[in-house]
């Protein structure tokens, strides 16, 4: 009597309701000890980041010291990852598809560019309505020694900021006196000397400096319309605000194409494949280049060159080598990279050898 039989089996602590259920100790205890799994995974994860900013930091050191050890500079680090190993003919590679109508493109049938992979049908160039006339009339000279730029990479504008831009809108704008949105030989010298007449602005600058403002101009005006429009100012311009950026962005702005057709150049001259090109190397490899002419022109007419060519090797040789460094004796890669890169940068642009020809003679005959 009075004796419950389910009451037998209860826990005797179940009675006081401050006992907690054995189903919640066991889930308490496996996230107890999920908790502490987690925490031993992330100070395992941790101590391998820390190990490998370790590895990494190590090796930094090991290339800094090999660095110079090389006698090279610390400003020569940013170079150097732009070195390749590639082979001459990767810089003739380029993308399968048109990159306009993304259909497949035979470089013998199409224009690849010499700068970037893009590729064009020739079809699909002239209809897209964003290529330059000087452009596309370049675009002939695709598959030849020459090659050719792309309208996009033949636009050195989109290298510039916008501060660089605007800078450049101010200029044209105070060049342009008659707003027609050209700027003229006539407005360039009234700029150059706004209070004198024609005649007397001619007088005024000395001859050398005269040639070489004539000569900028022409090479400006690529449709030889002996006037300038935007496009022409800005995309020569350009050049101008490039050269004041440091070595180093400049050859961060460099194409995998020009990488390697600047280190296949910087290996034709370094015959004794120890890295470094020294004032002899390059001198007679430019002999060389020089001489190559001699089987295309006739005997004669190459012996009359034969004086001028030890003089013209010298000075190639000497453009090579020396850099910012007068009377350097040689030049390591990336140097060499570093020196050229406003160069190649510059003649991304498209300027036909007819229009060359045209500057040259109109540079002898000016004023």
């Given amino acids: ?57 190590s090796l930094d050191l090991l290339e800094e010291k090999r660095i110079r050890e090389a006698g090279l500079t610390s400003k020569d680090m940013t170079s150097r990852v732009r070195d390749t190993d590639k082979p001459s003919w990767a810089a003739y590679e380029n993308d399968p598809n048109c990159s306009l109508c993304g259909k497949p493109a ?34 002939e000279n695709a598959l030849s020694n020459t090659g050719w730029s792309c309208y996009i990479c033949s636009n050195l504008s989109l290298l510039l900021t916008e501060l660089e831009i605007n800078q450049l809108i101010d200029e044209f704008d105070m060049f342009d006196k008659n707003k027609d949105e050209h700027i003229s030989w006539d407005e360039i010298m009234k700029h150059t000397h706004p209070a004198l007449p024609a005649g007397r602005r001619r007088e005024q600058l000395p001859s050398d400096e ?21 496009w022409e100012f800005l995309n020569y311009q350009a050049k101008t605000l490039l050269a004041k950026r440091s070595k180093e962005e400049l050859v961060s702005l460099l194409s995998e194409k020009e990488v390697i057709k600047c280190k296949t150049l910087f290996r034709s001259m370094d015959t004794d494949e120890d890295g470094v090109v020294t004032l002899l190397e390059a001198r007679q490899a ?13 005997p004669e007419e ?14 190639r040789a000497q453009m090579f080598v020396d850099g910012e460094d007068a009377h350097r004796e040689s030049v390591r890669w990336p140097e060499f990279l570093a ?17 060359i020809e045209s500057v040259l003679k109109d540079a002898c005959h000016a004023d």
């Fill in 339 to 355: 020196d050229q890169s406003l160069y190649i940068i510059s003649t991304r642009p498209n300027v036909s050898a007819r229009h």
């Fill in 286 to 298: 430019v002999r060389d280049w020089c001489q190559k002419y001699e089987h295309n022109m006739p």
């Fill in 106 to 139: 035979r470089r013998q049938e199409a224009y690849p560019c010499r700068v970037c992979t893009r590729i064009y049908h020739p079809i699909c160039l002239g209809k897209c309505g964003e290529c330059r006339d000087v452009d596309l009339q370049a675009a």
């Fill in 210 to 230: 005269r040639l070489e403002m004539r000569l900028s101009f022409k090479m400006a005006d690529q449709d030889n319309d002996d006037s300038l429009d935007w």
């Fill in 302 to 315: 190459f012996s009359k060159l034969l004086p001028g060519l030890d003089l013209h090797s010298e000075i």
């Fill in 1 to 57: 009597m009075g004796n419950n039989p389910s009451s037998a089996t209860e826990d005797p602590e179940g009675a006081e309701g401050s006992s907690i259920p054995k189903s919640m100790l066991t889930k308490i205890q496996c996230m107890g000890h999920r908790l502490r799994v987690e925490e031993r995974a992330e100070l395992y994860r941790a101590l391998a980041e820390l190990r490998e900013d370790r590895r990494r930091l």
